[in-house]
Antibody, heavy 127, light 110 residues
């Protein structure tokens, strides 16, 4: 079964740090890019970060740039989100999501989408 | 404030057809394909439409997507009670170098 399982969510004080993990199984992990997407309580989806299959390209949302670091270990089929200088507005469910990238010969264009999502892990930043 | 703009709510009765709009700009919808995600209560999002109008296997053909210029829309025909969920549009933004989402539309089946 194709699966992503997040872990590491916890209650942490403002200014603290946390490391989230995402374990992949059931597919060839090292050919897929992965994203982190978060959802604050009662709010919509917010993209956090992207990492390419080889880790050569990493992007961050402005809201986390300089505080979060996304990495992956293809030998362990795992991804990590190191979160530092946490703030109250980082409180959210964090999902990791696999990104499929392909080419449409009909329209001659590339497309990508998040096709596999984990169930999420909850991060609460509060004193 | 989300980069992509969706109506916060939509509703319809069983059997009706409803549409949800998604408005963006030249750097996101205008340049890249649009995906739609469905999030049932207390669950993770699931891809409903990818590449503007493609359905993954298992998604009923009651769901359809379209895109024109810097806008996109999701149509749901033959509305069913199990369609009650939050729906999000998303596209890659070339200026931000990241995915952007709409604020989400809560669909209520009356």
């Amino acid at each position: 079964e194709v699966q992503l399982v997040e872990s590491g969510g916890d209650l942490v004080q403002p200014g603290g740090s946390l490391r989230l993990s995402c374990a992949a199984s059931g597919f060839t992990f090292n050919i897929y890019a992965i994203n982190w997407v978060r959802q604050a309580p009662g709010k919509g989806l917010e993209w956090v970060s992207y990492i390419s299959s080889s880790s050569s390209t990493i992007y961050y949302a402005d809201s986390v740039k300089g505080r979060f670091t996304f990495s992956r270990d293809n030998a362990k089929n795992s991804l990590y989100l190191q979160m530092n200088s946490l703030r109250a507005d980082d409180t959210a469910v964090y999902y990791c999501a696999r990104e499929t990238y392909s080419y449409s010969h009909v329209g001659s264009f590339y497309y990508s989408y998040m096709d596999v999502w984990g169930k999420g892990t909850t991060v609460t930043v509060s004193s | 404030q989300s980069v992509l703009t969706q109506p916060p709510s939509a509703s319809g009765t069983p059997g009706q057809r409803v549409t949800i709009s998604c408005s963006g700009s030249s750097s996101n919808i205008g340049s890249n394909t649009v995906n739609w995600y469905q999030q049932l209560p207390e669950t993770a999002p699931k891809v409903l439409i990818y590449s503007n109008n493609q359905r993954p296997s298992g998604v009923p053909d009651r769901f359809s997507g379209s895109k024109s210029g810097t806008s996109a829309s999701l149509a749901i025909s033959g509305l069913q009670s199990e369609d009650e969920a939050d729906y999000y549009c998303a596209a890659w933004d070339d200026s931000l170098n990241g995915w952007v989402f709409g604020g989400g539309t809560k669909l209520t089946v009356l």
